[in-house]
Nanobody
Framework: QVQLAESGGGSVQAGGSLRLSCVAS????????IGWFRQAPGKERKWVAL????????FYEESVKGRFTISQDHAKDTVYLQMNALNPEDTSMYYC?????????????????????WGQGTQVTVSS
């Protein structure tokens, strides 16, 4: 059984940084993706960054490019999201999720519905 657990959220001022961690146990790396998603109150859940476990492919939503970095440590079964230059629009609950990559490619799905396993979420609040 795949289990995901996020940590590292908190409250920061605009311009600050946070690093989120997602410990993902029990999933097969080959062909799979881990994604970070976020959901603000009253809004739909959207993807932020994705990493393909086998090809090391990295994918970023446009608004976080250049500010967020996704990485993984296979030895620790952990995926990180380093978030720099945070702004109030980044305030959300952040979730990590695991799912199958796009078969026959090195890409990941960006739709939350394509991910089978989810963590409980960690809150990020950025004040101006």
């Amino acid at each position: 059984q795949v289990q995901l657990a996020e940590s590292g959220g908190g409250s920061v001022q605009a311009g600050g940084s946070l690093r989120l961690s997602c410990v993902a146990s029990g999933y097969t790396r080959v062909g799979n993706c881990i994604g970070w998603f976020r959901q603000a109150p009253g809004k739909e859940r959207k993807w932020v960054a994705l990493i393909r476990s086998d090809s090391e492919g990295l994918f970023y939503e446009e608004s976080v490019k250049g500010r967020f970095t996704i990485s993984q440590d296979h030895a620790k079964d952990t995926v990180y999201l380093q978030m720099n230059a945070l702004n109030p629009e980044d305030t959300s609950m952040y979730y990590c999720a695991a799912g199958s990559g796009i078969w026959g490619s090195t890409y990941c799905y960006s739709s939350p519905g394509r991910y089978d396993y989810w963590g409980q979420g960690t809150q990020v609040t950025v004040s101006s």
